[in-house]
């Protein structure tokens, strides 16, 4: 009686979205661009603008991409048509930036006032087309038990940065005299939520993000691709390479990592300080992050 029980609770959670694509694009094609849009992608260095739909209130979210980032990667990894998962949505720009490109996209966060962010951000501004963006305030790790295997064509996302934004925040890359801005001792934390990514100490953060993604390899489709977006952090005059950490657990869970593409934030970075000046030559993290491309090992 459980049993049958449990087996419609998760026919229920099946979501009516679209994942086949609508253009007209040859099969062997990886996207819908041109020969000439290809070009401009093959560059390993990006740099993007904002927009005044982004979200860059951190007392909204402590750790938000624009949307120009987002179009790039799905226009590249993905035709009309097909669907985008964002398996930790935030504020919604995943989604924002498939319903511009008309494809369906499906976002999860544990927050609910992210959610509802992402929400509101969608329901701004609609476009008619034909396809779904939905935000779903859940576990990553329930992600299974939403979508049918082989569906999703694209996993994009910035993950949490373990509890490297759980402590106060200092501002040394800014200059002196704006080190004290609003932001100033205040801890950038998603959630105190015990199965938050974002409060787990580095080596348990690699092993749950290694789970979540070896459970959403069967939703991918034969030709699937997965993107994340992430930047190194300092801690206690200590270099944290949080990318090695997801290149390690997305390696454990059945992916290989394809392409490594630098986002050079420095056309968007002002008023930067002396860090590190005179004895201790330290990269400063805001002027760059990291955007890796992987696919499933078997491919």
């Known amino acids: 009686m459980e049993?049958?029980?449990?087996?419609?609770?998760?026919?229920?959670?099946?979501?009516?979205?679209?994942?086949?694509?609508?253009?007209?694009?040859?099969?062997n094609h990886l996207n819908c661009l041109t020969a000439k849009e290809w070009i401009k992608?093959?560059?390993?260095?990006?740099?993007?603008?904002?927009?005044?739909?982004?979200?860059?209130?951190?007392?909204?979210h402590p750790a938000t991409f624009p949307i120009a980032l987002?179009?790039?990667?799905?226009?590249?990894f993905t035709h009309q048509g097909e669907?985008?998962?964002?398996?930790?949505v935030g504020s919604g720009t995943t989604l924002i930036a498939a319903r511009d490109l008309n494809?369906?996209?499906?976002?999860?966060?544990?927050?609910?006032?992210?959610?509802?962010?992402?929400?509101?951000?969608?329901?701004?501004?609609?476009?008619?087309?034909?396809?779904?963006?939905?935000?779903?305030?859940?576990?990553?790790?329930?992600?299974?038990?939403?979508?049918k295997e082989n569906t999703v064509k694209l996993i994009l996302t910035s993950p949490p940065y373990a509890n490297l934004l759980n402590r106060k925040r200092k501002n040394k890359s800014r200059r002196s005299d704006h080190r004290k801005n609003d932001q100033f001792n205040k801890i950038e934390q998603y959630s105190q939520d015990k199965r938050d990514l974002g409060i787990l100490?580095?080596?348990?953060?690699?092993?749950?993000?290694?789970?979540?993604y070896k459970n959403l390899l069967p939703l991918l489709s034969s030709k699937g691709h997965c993107v994340i977006n992430v930047a190194d952090m300092w801690w206690e005059n200590e270099r944290i390479p949080i990318h090695i950490a997801i290149i390690n657990a997305l390696s454990k869970a059945g992916y290989k990592l394809r392409n490594t593409i630098i986002w050079?934030?420095?056309?968007i970075v002002n008023k930067v300080g002396i860090f590190g000046w005179p004895s201790n030559y330290i990269t400063m993290g805001t002027t760059f992050e990291f955007i890796l491309h992987f696919i499933p090992k078997e491919v």
Do not use: H, M
């Open 83 to 88: 669907l985008v998962l964002d398996p930790f």
């Open 264 to 267: 050079d934030r420095t056309n």
């Open 41 to 60: 992608n093959q560059i390993g260095v990006w740099q993007f603008n904002y927009e005044k739909r982004d979200i860059r209130d951190k007392n909204l």
């Open 3 to 27: 049993a049958v029980k449990q087996l419609n609770i998760e026919e229920q959670l099946f979501l009516d979205i679209g994942y086949k694509k609508t253009c007209n694009c040859p099969d």
């Open 103 to 147: 494809r369906n996209a499906v976002g999860f966060d544990l927050n609910a006032e992210y959610v509802k962010l992402s929400k509101t951000r969608l329901s701004q501004n609609s476009l008619f087309n034909e396809t779904k963006q939905i935000s779903i305030c859940d576990d990553a790790r329930n992600i299974k038990n939403y979508l």
């Open 70 to 76: 987002a179009k790039r990667c799905i226009e590249l």
């Open 201 to 212: 100490e580095l080596e348990e953060y690699e092993n749950q993000i290694s789970l979540i």
